[in-house]
Each structure stands twice: as C-alpha cells, then as structure tokens.
C-alpha cells in the first residue's frame, strides 16, 4: 500500500490503525507541519509562476485604450451578420414571390427555407454553379461568425510571444470568408439573373460589406497595438520570492544542523565501541 515515512516499514491491507505497527509513530501528524510548509511552498511557488499569466490576459484585455477597442471590435463582424447580407427579389416562378433579404438572423429562424431556396431556384434556372455558389456564402457567414468568436477567445494571448501573428492570422481569414462570400453572392446574383432576367434581381447587402471592413479594422488595431509596445505590467511578485528563499534557507539550515548532530552521535558511538 505505501511506507512508514519514518521507518519504511511497508504497510499492509490489514494495517488499517493510524499508527506504524513497527515502530509506532502517527502515519497522519509524523511530519505534518513540514508537510504543511511544503505545500505552502508549493502553493507560492505557482502562484509566482502563474501570476505573470494572469498579467498577460488583463492586460490584453484592458491594459491601453486600444486593447479595450480590440475587444469592441472584435465583436463587430457578429452584429454585422445580422444586417441584411444578400437583397434577393424573385416574381413570376412557379413558387412564391420572394422579395425578401438574407442575413444571420434569417439563416438561424429558418434555415430550412434558406437552404429549399439555395437548393431548387438554381435547379430551376438549369445553374449548377449557382447552387454551389450559394453554400459557399452560408459557409462564409459559419466561417466569418465563428473567427469572431475564436478571436475573442485568443484575444486573452495576445501578448504572448506569437499573439500578434495569431490575432493577424484570425482577422485575416475572416476577412478572407467576406471576401469570398461577396465575390460568390455576386455571382450568383448574376448567374440567376442571367438565366430568369425578368423574374430575379439580387444584390449584396451592406451587412456582407462591412464584415470585410470590420475585420480590416481588427487588423488595422492589433498592427497600432504593437507598433505602440505599452510594456505588460506585472505584479510585484519579489514578496513570495523573498519569503520563499527565506524558509529554503531555514529549512538548509537545519537540515545541515541535523546531519552534523548525526555525524557527531555517530563518531561518540564509534569512540566508545
């Protein structure tokens, strides 16, 4: 099961007392405030690593106005989905008129509608690259709503040593998915168009803009954000270190004194032999 902590003896399942059955020290107070000062120790010790960590983050968050504008900003791309992403008019078919726009919102309330309309009005204007067109703007709105969310989560890192080019790399896709999904609307308008000139006329929504924008403005604040390098500031840890190197000190000492009280018992008895 385990050792005696002063004997070694190894204890047994039967050996359920709280004393030794060998030497019969306590097994539950032999040692206990050295045991408690080690944990004290080791309490203090994470804490002085953990508390630059937890510098970092606050200071990412709030440590200038522009981490705070950072923060503002990153949530953007999400409102600006809810803002109409796609105008879409569709009269004279063989379904209802559609007269209606396209954004978040929308796509979440009534997804089954969404994805009827992307799947027969292209099969109905006879445009496979349509159909396909048209998903991959649904994808780009999964894709620009959920970086939003992820950049706000590695927001917290950002002055880690590869923050910066993390926060680049986030803000560059999302603005890469509005691109996308604008170019794809686009030509999807015209593909349906083309084919149904008297009954369909589309046209990108200002929401599909401005998520393009504002991720060129998450990347526009995170570049003003280095450029300035504000120093982190870091809690005055010196405290815990100086009472820790106090009790190692202590603790070297007397185990120093302890070893040469042994020597010296030890050479007494070899004396006397």
Same mark, same amino acid.
């Given at each position: 099961m385990a050792n005696c902590p002063k004997c070694g003896y190894k204890l047994r399942m039967i050996d359920v007392k709280a004393d030794c059955p060998k030497c019969g020290v306590n097994l #539950? %107070?032999?040692?206990? /405030?050295?045991?408690?000062?080690?944990?004290?120790?080791?309490?203090?010790?994470?804490? $002085?690593?953990? /508390?630059?960590? #937890?510098?970092?983050?606050k200071f990412a968050f709030k440590g200038t106005k522009l981490s705070i504008a950072r923060i503002i900003l990153i949530l953007i791309p999400i409102g600006m989905l809810f803002l109409p992403l796609a105008n879409i008019s569709c009269v004279g078919l063989p379904y209802h008129d559609i007269d209606t726009s396209f954004s978040l919102m929308s796509v979440i309330n009534d997804y089954e509608a969404v994805l009827n309309f992307g799947l027969s009005l292209p099969q109905f204007a006879d445009s496979t690259l349509a159909m396909i067109l048209f998903f991959v703007c649904l994808l780009c709105i999964v894709i620009a709503a959920l970086f939003s969310l992820v950049s706000l989560v590695a927001c917290a890192f950002s002055c880690s040593p590869k923050g910066f080019k993390r926060n680049i790399t986030l803000a560059s896709i999302g603005v890469a998915a509005g691109v996308i999904g604008n170019i794809s609307l686009a030509i999807f308008n015209s593909q349906l168009h083309a084919a149904l000139p008297e009954n369909y006329?589309? *046209?990108?929504? $200002?929401?599909?803009?401005?998520?393009?924008?504002? %991720?060129?403005? #998450?990347?526009?604040?995170?570049?003003?954000?280095?450029? /300035?390098?504000?120093?982190?500031? %870091?809690?005055?840890? *010196?405290? %815990?270190?100086?009472?820790?190197?106090r009790r190692r000190k202590e603790k070297a000492e007397l185990e120093a004194k302890a070893e040469a009280l042994l020597n010296a018992e030890k050479e007494v008895s070899v004396a006397a032999e």
């Amino acid at each position: 099961m385990a050792n005696c902590p002063k004997c070694g003896y190894k204890l047994r399942m039967i050996d359920v007392k709280a004393d030794c059955p060998k030497c019969g020290v306590n097994l #539950i %107070y032999y040692n206990h /405030q050295e045991r408690l000062d080690e944990d004290a120790d080791k309490a203090e010790e994470e804490m $002085i690593n953990f /508390q630059p960590k #937890i510098d970092r983050v606050k200071f990412a968050f709030k440590g200038t106005k522009l981490s705070i504008a950072r923060i503002i900003l990153i949530l953007i791309p999400i409102g600006m989905l809810f803002l109409p992403l796609a105008n879409i008019s569709c009269v004279g078919l063989p379904y209802h008129d559609i007269d209606t726009s396209f954004s978040l919102m929308s796509v979440i309330n009534d997804y089954e509608a969404v994805l009827n309309f992307g799947l027969s009005l292209p099969q109905f204007a006879d445009s496979t690259l349509a159909m396909i067109l048209f998903f991959v703007c649904l994808l780009c709105i999964v894709i620009a709503a959920l970086f939003s969310l992820v950049s706000l989560v590695a927001c917290a890192f950002s002055c880690s040593p590869k923050g910066f080019k993390r926060n680049i790399t986030l803000a560059s896709i999302g603005v890469a998915a509005g691109v996308i999904g604008n170019i794809s609307l686009a030509i999807f308008n015209s593909q349906l168009h083309a084919a149904l000139p008297e009954n369909y006329t589309g *046209s990108n929504g $200002i929401g599909a803009i401005l998520v393009v924008v504002a %991720y060129l403005l #998450i990347i526009g604040v995170n570049v003003l954000i280095k450029k /300035q390098n504000v120093p982190v500031k %870091y809690k005055d840890v *010196s405290e %815990y270190v100086e009472r820790m190197e106090r009790r190692r000190k202590e603790k070297a000492e007397l185990e120093a004194k302890a070893e040469a009280l042994l020597n010296a018992e030890k050479e007494v008895s070899v004396a006397a032999e």
